[in-house]
């Protein structure tokens, strides 16, 4: 697998993706293998059952992935595996070459990268471009959203397979690390995401200013080339709004676990993770309508027009004074999550994908 910043997971949908299927995989008899960045993966690093070969990148906002992906495509051309599975659009660029060397390629597209405001003119039109790549070099592209199917059908008229993102039945946590952020249980309003323009954290802060009581805000993210836009977020910063950086493991758990509500407001996905994840803790979640919120959450969780700030803080004023109806909402989310989202599921439907290729060979 190429294309992922590396695994264990700490951050990142991509990485979380990743290294949920890879574990499983292995765990199901293959040899799996792992390309991982040095900066992200450190050198003791275990994955049961998956290899990982941690390998340099330039790193700079535009050269990081792509150098990496280079390197990585070339050392796999040359290790003869049978598949070589790419992820994200600019990467899928390189996923003709290692069918000259007669492995099979598959692509997961995990959302529309270009549309990232991060992203300069020049880079979004070159990352653009890769969408063509991305239905046409691999054997097969996978897509994390029937909205991205869609959208793959309609602007380049190719069938892709749709396999979503997953996520677990996790037993809540109860608080312990919370109270050091300056947080108390069921008073506080969760963001969880990287700090960067279209996860929307800005749109958030502002609407947060104008919600009456004693809530606390806490935003758990980090920055991805996007110190200007954290440093924006800096100034709303107050005793009730605290933005934690990078959080995970028990500390995310537990974060999770013990918010009132979970609020995402991002103007682009592709499937959000964190959704997800905060359904799957039974939490009520206010979420912007955009086509890939509403496709995982529709009818359990409350929406609000995308960057509409008015429209946002009126929301979060209504469920902040409205607990029965946070309960209500609470009480749909984790059915909801087991019927339809199992990484299980996205494993076996993963190896099937493999499997089909490697018979077609």
């Not at 390629?105 to 003119?121: F, M, N, S």
């Not at 959203?145 to 069938?159: A, K, M, W």
């Not at 979640?285 to 803080?313: C, K, M, Q, W, Y």
């Amino acid at each position: 697998m190429i294309g992922q910043k590396g695994i264990p997971a700490t951050y990142g949908g991509i990485e979380k993706h990743v290294d949920e299927i890879a574990r499983r995989i292995a765990a199901r008899g293959h040899d799996v293998t792992v390309y991982c960045r040095r900066h992200y993966t450190p050198p003791n690093a275990v994955v049961p059952g998956v290899r990982l070969r941690r390998r340099p990148s330039i790193r700079t906002k535009h050269l990081d992935a792509a150098s990496h992906v280079a390197l990585c495509t070339l050392e796999a051309m040359a290790s003869r595996f049978q598949i070589v599975h790419f992820h994200a659009l600019g990467p899928s660029l390189f996923s003709g070459l290692p069918r000259l060397a007669g492995a099979r390629t598959a692509v997961t597209v995990h959302g529309l990268d270009w549309q990232r405001e991060k992203w300069g003119r020049l880079a979004a039109w070159a990352l653009r471009q890769c969408e063509g790549p991305a239905a046409r070099f691999p054997n097969r592209t996978i897509v994390v959203s029937r909205t991205l199917r869609d959208y793959f059908r309609s602007q380049h008229g190719r069938e892709t397979t749709y396999i979503p993102n997953g996520t677990h039945l996790p037993a809540p946590r109860g608080a312990q690390k919370i109270y050091s952020y300056g947080l108390t249980p069921g008073r506080y309003v969760l963001f969880v995401g990287r700090l960067v323009p279209e996860k929307g954290a800005h749109f958030l802060c502002e609407a947060f200013q104008g919600v009456a009581g004693d809530m606390k805000l806490a935003l758990a993210g980090g920055l991805s080339f996007s110190a200007d836009y954290v440093r924006e977020l800096r100034r709303f910063e107050s005793d009730s709004v605290r933005l934690l950086d990078y959080v995970y493991g028990e500390a995310l758990e537990e974060l999770w676990s013990n918010a009132y509500l979970v609020v995402l407001p991002s103007t682009m996905e592709g499937l959000s993770i964190a959704l997800l994840e905060a359904l799957s803790y039974g939490r009520c979640v206010l979420v912007s309508d955009i086509p890939e919120n509403l496709e995982v959450a529709s009818g359990v969780a409350v929406t609000f027009r995308s960057r509409d700030v008015s429209d946002l803080r009126e929301k979060l004023d209504m469920l902040i004074r409205n607990p029965d109806r946070v309960r209500e909402y609470e009480s749909r989310a984790r059915a909801h999550i087991q019927q339809r989202y199992s990484w299980d599921t996205v494993a076996e439907q993963t190896e099937a994908v493999y499997a089909e290729m490697v018979r077609r060979a």
